[in-house]
Every structure is written in C-alpha cells, then in structure tokens.
C-alpha cells in the first residue's frame, strides 16, 4: 500500500531529470499516484517524453501556462482521461535574464509582467481549473524560494514573483478550504536544475548554502520531493495556506557567517 494509491497528479513543469518537479513526481509515483505531465516548449520534448516512460506516464501535454486556451485543454483532457486530480504540482518560473542581476531599481516593466504572469499568477489559473476536478478534496503545490522573504543577490524580480506566489497560496487555501483542497508551498534551498542556472551568481549561492546552513549540506530533488509526499498524501490533511522550508535550516539564520569566518573577521 502507497501513500498515494488511487490518487491523480498533475505535473506541470518537470523540464529533465534534474528538475524538482521530477524529484516530486518520482516520489508521488513510487508511493502509488497515477501520473499526469505538462512541460514547456518543443525544446524540452525529447527530455521530458523519456522520464514519462519511468513513471508510466502516456499523459504528457505541452502547455503555455500564460495562454488560457491552452490551459482549458490540458485541464478538460485531464478531465476526460482521469475524471478527477488529487494533486496538482505547480513548477513553473521563467524570468528574462536581463531583470536578473544588476540593479534591482533596472526591472523593466515588460519583464515584471512576464515574470509574474508566468511564475505567480499561473498558480490561480490552474488552481481555478483544478477546482472542479478536485471532487474529493485535494492538494495544490507550489515551489518558491527564500528571496521571497529576504534580499537575495541578483534574484531580483523573481523574488518579487515568489513573494507573490506565497501570498497567492495562502489566499487559495482560504478559498478552497471549504472544498476540502489545501494549498502549500515548498520553499526550497538551492538545488541544481536548469532554471537555477540562469540565476547570476548561483554557484556561489550554492557553496555558501552548504558551508553555513545548519545541517551543513544541501539539499536534493528527493528531499523536497519527500516534503510534496507529505504534503499531497493524507499525512498533511491538516495543513494548508503554509509555506514549508526545506532548505537545511538555513532560513532560521539571522547571520549566515560560520563561527570561523567571524572570528577571522574580528581579528
């Protein structure tokens, strides 16, 4: 018996096998749950068709998430196949590269459109369409990340789209409640994925993470995809509207200096 027995989820945004939402997935699959995909772009087809196959997948449907038409699709064919979702996996983010790095004051305004349309408001375009789907209750995620809360380096107008995405969370699980659907979020330490790599600097990001998070260590696409278990299986059916870190412990740190770099530094 499987956490996830007799449950449906759609996926959207696993882009190859480093991807956190393939981490999910694979966890979701192993612990029972039937399989739905959706990626972006013809570009990631020859990646993503591949993983289907792992997990028994023959649901896999591209889809613009700012295209509404697109989104009626996948949902209605969703429909139409499954009759139902349990989980709805939302891992979707895209920034223009230009509006990271350099100066936060800099962000176009073309490309805080985009990057919150694609990154925030997508969560309450799909959420609306899992509604109806949802008939025995549910769970809706999401990925989003520290600089959602605190400065970041060169994050910039992602961390502006995450913050929104955090705040679109909470405001779905009130909404949704009543219907018996929760809505979490995972917030994430620095894992290396496709869409990390356009972030100036995240090599850095991921040294100084290991060296002074708690637990002294990353984390991985299983650690997290762990966290979505719990949160999409019955072990979470009390919890909604939270943002849960998974992240070694780094976000409880008020100053992320080692004991050994402050005592060079007083010297």
Same mark, same amino acid.
């Given at each position: 018996?499987?956490?996830?027995?007799?449950?449906?989820?759609?996926?959207?945004?696993?882009?190859?096998?480093?991807?956190?939402?393939?981490?999910?997935?694979?966890?979701?699959?192993?612990?029972?749950?039937?399989?739905g995909m959706s990626y972006a772009g013809e570009?990631?087809?020859?990646?993503?068709?591949?993983?289907?196959?792992?997990?028994?997948?023959?649901?896999?449907?591209?889809?613009?998430?700012?295209?509404?038409?697109?989104?009626? @699709?996948?949902?209605?064919?969703?429909?139409?196949?499954?009759?139902?979702?349990?989980?709805?996996?939302?891992?979707?983010?895209?920034?223009?590269? @230009?509006?990271?790095? /350099?100066?936060?004051?800099?962000?176009?305004?073309?490309?805080?459109?985009?990057?919150?349309?694609?990154?925030?408001?997508?969560?309450?375009?799909?959420?609306?369409?899992?509604?109806?789907?949802?008939?025995?209750?549910?769970?809706?995620?999401?990925?989003?990340?520290?600089?959602?809360?605190?400065?970041?380096?060169?994050?910039?107008?992602?961390?502006?789209?995450?913050?929104?995405?955090?705040?679109?969370?909470?405001?779905?699980?009130?909404?949704?409640?009543?219907?018996?659907?929760?809505?979490?979020?995972?917030?994430? /330490?620095?894992?290396?994925?496709?869409?990390?790599?356009g972030v100036p600097g995240f090599r850095l990001?991921?040294?100084?993470?290991?060296?002074?998070?708690?637990?002294?260590?990353?984390?991985?696409?299983?650690?997290?995809?762990?966290?979505?278990?719990?949160?999409?299986?019955?072990?979470?059916?009390?919890?909604?509207?939270?943002?849960?870190?998974?992240?070694?412990?780094?976000?409880?740190?008020?100053?992320?200096?080692?004991? @050994? @770099?402050?005592?060079?530094?007083?010297?």
């Open positions: 018996m499987g956490l996830m027995d007799g449950k449906v989820a759609l996926v959207f945004g696993v882009a190859n096998k480093n991807s956190i939402a393939w981490g999910i997935t694979r966890k979701l699959y192993d612990e029972g749950a039937t399989i570009m990631l087809e020859k990646r993503v068709f591949p993983l289907a196959q792992e997990v028994n997948c023959d649901f896999v449907e591209q889809c613009d998430v700012t295209n509404d038409a697109q989104l009626d @699709e996948v949902f209605e064919k969703a429909r139409q196949r499954y009759g139902k979702i349990d989980t709805l996996v939302h891992s979707v983010a895209y920034a223009n590269r @230009e509006d990271l790095g /350099g100066r936060f004051v800099d962000i176009s305004r073309e490309g805080f459109k985009l990057a919150l349309d694609i990154s925030a408001y997508s969560l309450i375009a799909m959420a609306r369409r899992a509604e109806p789907l949802m008939t025995d209750g549910g769970s809706i995620l999401s990925l989003t990340y520290f600089a959602a809360e605190k400065v970041m380096p060169k994050y910039h107008v992602m961390a502006v789209a995450k913050s929104a995405l955090e705040t679109i969370t909470r405001y779905l699980a009130n909404d949704l409640g009543p219907r018996n659907i929760r809505v979490n979020a995972i917030s994430a /330490g620095p894992i290396k994925t496709l869409a990390a790599a990001m991921l040294k100084y993470s290991e060296r002074t998070a708690p637990l002294r260590r990353l984390v991985s696409q299983e650690d997290v995809g762990n966290a979505a278990l719990f949160l999409a299986s019955d072990l979470g059916s009390a919890v909604t509207g939270e943002i849960m870190h998974v992240d070694a412990g780094y976000n409880i740190l008020g100053l992320t200096a080692t004991e @050994e @770099e402050l005592a060079g530094a007083l010297e």
